[in-house]
């Protein structure tokens, strides 16, 4: 079992940064795949971003590619999304997920989720 605990949401002008952090407490991220996705009110869940912890294999949805960044803290089983040039499309909550099939991009092939963060991107 992983609990997973997310942090760094807030409101930021279009055009801003915020990262966010993914706490794993329970087991080590070792040999998961973990991502972030993103639901807007009266929106389906959205993939964003997914890392393979032991390889370091990334893909981003092309929405984000160029902007967000995502990075792992091995030593404090965190995981981090750098998000530049923030939209107001970007509004969201933030999730974190973790999940064991390589660079999964659906949110069923993912098994533990955090309870998730708001970033709303407005003026």
């Known amino acids: 079992q992983v609990q997973l605990v997310e942090s760094g949401g807030g409101l930021v002008q279009p055009g801003g940064s915020l990262r966010l952090s993914c706490a794993a407490a329970?087991?080590?991220?070792?040999?998961?795949?973990v991502g972030w996705f993103r639901q807007a009110p009266g929106k389906e869940r959205e993939f964003v971003v997914a890392?393979?912890?032991?390889?370091?294999?990334?893909l981003y949805a092309d929405s984000v590619k160029g902007r967000f960044t995502i990075s792992r803290n091995s030593a404090k089983n965190t995981l981090y999304l750098q998000m530049n040039s923030l939209k107001p499309e970007d509004t969201a909550v933030y999730y974190c997920?973790?999940?064991?099939?390589?660079?999964?991009?659906?949110?069923?092939?993912?098994?533990?989720w955090g309870q998730g963060t708001q970033v709303t991107v407005s003026s």
């Open positions: 890392i393979n912890w032991n390889g370091g294999n990334t």
């Open positions: 997920a973790a999940g064991v099939i390589t660079l999964a991009t659906t949110p069923r092939e993912y098994l533990y």
């Open positions: 329970g087991r080590t991220f070792d040999s998961y795949v």
